[in-house]
């Protein structure tokens, strides 16, 4: 299985921004959709933003025209850009890749996350 990190992640004050980072070992994101998850205490892992292999991208109603998502095929990096954070944004936030934009099928393993942590 591909193995991913996700790294970025902090404590923010609500409006704040983060930008967190996807990283694999091998050369995949040019190839599959690439997903970002997040899961809060206590509730379901929801897939909030993923990306195609050839650029495009999708949101989840709750991140739209806050969060994007963009790719570093050269660094084998995907990012997301989280902007006007607030609260309910707190969660431990994944990557993953696999197919169809709602990666019905995963092919990485699940790495620990990187958590936000948006509070005043």
């Known amino acids: 299985q591909v193995q991913l990190v996700e790294s970025g992640g902090g404590l923010v004050q609500p409006g704040g921004s983060l930008r967190l980072s996807c990283a694999a070992s091998e050369s995949i994101f040019s190839i599959y959709v690439t997903g970002w998850y997040r899961q809060a205490p206590g509730k379901q892992r929801e897939l909030v933003a993923v990306i195609s292999s050839g650029g495009i991208a999708n949101y989840a109603d709750s991140v739209k025209g806050r969060f994007t998502i963009s790719r570093d095929n050269a660094k084998n990096t995907v990012y997301l850009q989280m902007n006007s954070l607030k609260p309910e944004d707190t969660a431990v936030y994944y990557c993953?890749?696999?197919?169809?934009?709602?990666?019905?099928?995963?092919?990485?393993?699940w790495g620990q996350g990187t958590q936000v942590t948006v509070s005043s």
């Open positions: 993953n890749v696999g197919l169809g934009l709602t990666l019905y099928k995963i092919f990485g393993s």
